[in-house]
């Protein structure tokens, strides 16, 4: 008895339970500020192994067309990855992990899914045993111009007692080829590494232990002429990435029906950028014939992120009936540094240097108390509230909202008449109150997103205020016939948030916004599966539609004020994809469409702009695959055909082979 209140003492202390092992939770799901139970959430679920004979560098590539289609472009997508908010979720090989979620959900907006965002979960395989190979090659066609991407993959994984450990390796060349002429001297690409370790025990007295390390280097290059009727420039770009993530989780159970799950977590990215710019002058004039200029600009970010979580959770159920109060507790902290190094050489004047080095932090404290009751699988209902607890100054202090209540409630009404039936209606409802929490954090830099600089912009404005809140309310259906044969899913967002930005400039200068934004986005889903000893086949087709409107003013003060209001407007567009996995014995075809209808685009001749209404598609996977016994190999294209005036993809068209074997 003493020993056993020394160690409940102990870890109400620590937040470390030390009775006997349970299991990782897998009837939840855990978005990182807050777990929502599996049986009551609307949500769209891939598996990687539907991606992997994909080529892709950026994951956001291969999973918009599963989700909401153009509306999951990059940067609308954020990444959580077994619970903690992830810096990049390109860190991470598509062969390390087993599924991905997008979760249809008000609550989402608590875990950095802010604005018009949505968040998905990724889930790591955990219990891996042997050596696995996997690689390809691919040539790209783009513009006329062909190059090579390559994607090689290795690991190795073993088990030994309640131990699971392993290593993996993974490298991508990526490449955007253009024509090799007299201004291109070397086309954008880079070579991206990804190194893995993890492992997982179980340990009597504590619980279940698991750790990982991610290390991701890599090199970026660009090298280019630019001619016109005054200067001919020569560009010389190289930049390195290196991306580090680790951590550490424990799950115990303490007592009958209460568990905690404690982790910390570290990313940091170091971005190193060199950039060489010569500079002729052609003809000006007379006396300026043959100046020249050399610009030599170095360039380091640095960006950290640690979080460390701790949920508390109890459960207890009497005659069907489920209680379940949990707490969870966050504590993040983020830190930018920024280092500019800057010689600008001419022949007309003496060198000029230039040194810049700017930093910023954040420390955030946030306490989440829920309690939610459900009935079998027949209703849910879910309240609490996000505190934060964070110290706060200056204009923070003032328009912070510290109190963001939410709900979440779920029935069944087929099930409610006949619970045994093997349909099923679910009716979903969920809000909340929002606030951005700035989770905004730097990522690797890949062909088509631009460099992540904390700073952008600030020499012009510094003493950024800037703070963005607002609803958000989600309402679904999801029919369910014959033990999920088919499924029919319906999920209306509306979400609401306002802008208040100040920005304070040189000369006494300073820019004001106030900006409100409402969005309405509309996603139509049915899906169709069989899965038997040796047919396998998933059929799915999504139709989204999205309608915005922005209200507002900005102001920018000189010496005298001059006021613009910005005219509210409303975007109207359908998106949506078409995706389809067939597996008949040793055979295996995957085949997905996107489309993109009523896109607006203008045209400028002179004065005068044309609107016009464009429709995009694109067959954006074809792959087919043979497998024999551990050995596969298969065949697969990426955007071989697309319509005249998509903009649904970078237009690269992808073609190779590639295998898979398992020892």
Not at 544 to 568: Q, R
Request: a positive charge; one cysteine or more.
């Amino acid at each position: 008895m003493k020993n056993f209140l020394l160690r409940l003492v102990f870890s109400a202390f620590c937040f470390v339970p030390f009775t006997s092992y349970t299991q990782t939770d897998s009837t939840h799901f855990d978005l990182g500020k807050i777990r929502l139970n599996k049986d009551f959430t609307q949500f769209i679920t891939i598996k990687a192994a539907d991606l992997e004979k994909i080529p892709f560098s950026n994951l956001d590539d291969a999973v918009k067309v599963w989700f909401y289609g153009h509306f999951s472009a990059e940067g609308n997508l954020v990444y959580v990855v077994d619970g903690n908010r992830i810096t990049d979720i390109n860190i991470y090989s598509i062969y390390d992990i087993e599924e991905i979620t997008l979760v249809q959900n008000a609550l989402v907006n608590l875990n950095g899914a802010v604005h018009e965002q949505q968040l998905v979960l990724v889930t790591t395989k955990k219990d891996k045993t042997g050596i696995n190979v996997n690689g390809g090659s691919f040539l790209v066609n783009h513009k006329e111009a062909t190059g090579l991407f390559h994607q090689y993959y290795f690991s190795a994984n073993k088990k030994i007692n309640n131990t699971n450990f392993g290593i993996s390796a993974q490298y991508i060349r990526d490449i955007s080829p253009a024509k090799n002429d007299t201004f291109l001297r070397e086309p954008l690409n880079f070579d991206r590494f990804k190194l893995r370790g993890a492992f997982n025990t179980k340990i009597n007295y504590l619980g279940n232990l698991s750790a990982y390390i991610n290390y991701a280097p890599q090199v970026w290059d660009y090298k280019a002429d630019t001619l016109d009727d005054f200067w001919k420039k020569n560009t010389n770009h190289h930049s390195t990435n290196e991306l580090f993530n680790g951590g550490v989780n424990l799950n115990s159970k303490i007592l009958k029906g209460l568990v905690n799950n404690l982790s910390a977590n570290f990313n940091t990215n170091t971005k190193q950028e060199y950039v060489l710019r010569e500079i002729y002058l052609l003809r000006l004039n007379p006396d300026s014939m043959g100046y020249y200029r050399k610009e030599d600009e170095k360039i380091k970010t640095i960006s950290d992120l640690f979080l460390l979580r701790n949920n508390l959770s109890y459960h207890i159920t009497i005659d069907g009936l489920t209680i379940a109060p949990a707490l969870n507790f966050l504590f993040r902290f983020i830190n930018h540094r920024y280092n500019f190094n800057g010689i600008d050489r001419s022949s007309k004047n003496f060198p000029s240097f230039e040194y810049k080095y700017r930093k910023s932090y954040n420390r955030l404290y946030i306490i989440t108390p829920s309690i939610g009751v459900n009935y079998r699988s027949i209703f849910n209902l879910e309240v609490g509230l996000v505190k934060n607890i964070s110290t706060l100054e200056g204009w923070e202090k003032e328009s912070t909202t510290r109190n963001l209540p939410f709900f979440n409630s779920t029935i069944d009404v087929i099930k409610l008449a006949k619970e045994q039936s093997s349909s099923s209606l679910k009716l979903f409802l969920s809000y909340i109150k929002s606030e951005d929490f700035n989770d905004s954090i730097p990522s690797l830099s890949g062909l088509n997103n631009s460099i992540y600089d904390p700073f952008h912009n600030q020499d012009v404005f510094y003493n950024l205020d800037y703070r963005t809140s607002g609803n958000s309310l989600q309402l679904g259906s999801t029919l369910s016939l014959k033990n999920d044969l088919i499924r029919i899913s319906y999920n209306n967002d509306k979400r609401y948030y306002s802008y208040q930005t100040f920005r304070k400039g040189w000369n006494n200068s300073r820019f004001e916004e106030d900006l409100t934004r409402k969005t309405s986005t509309h996603r139509l889903g049915i899906d169709f599966r069989i899965s038997e000893s040796v047919l396998m086949w998933r059929s799915g087709v999504s139709l989204i539609n999205k309608k915005s409107e922005m209200i507002g003013k900005n102001s920018f003060y000189s010496y005298s004020p001059s006021d613009s209001n910005l005219t509210s407007f409303t975007a109207k567009m359908f998106t949506g994809g078409i995706v389809n996995r067939l597996a008949y014995k040793n055979i295996s075809l995957g085949v997905d469409f996107m489309y993109l209808l009523g896109e607006r685009r203008f045209t400028k001749e002179g004065f005068v702009f044309t609107k016009a209404l464009i429709d995009s598609f694109v067959l954006q996977n074809l792959y087919l695959a043979y497998s024999y016994k551990n050995i596969e190999f298969y065949l697969s294209t990426r955007n071989i055909a697309e319509s005249a005036e998509s903009n649904l993809t970078d237009h690269r068209k992808f073609y190779g082979l590639g295998f898979k074997v398992g020892l």
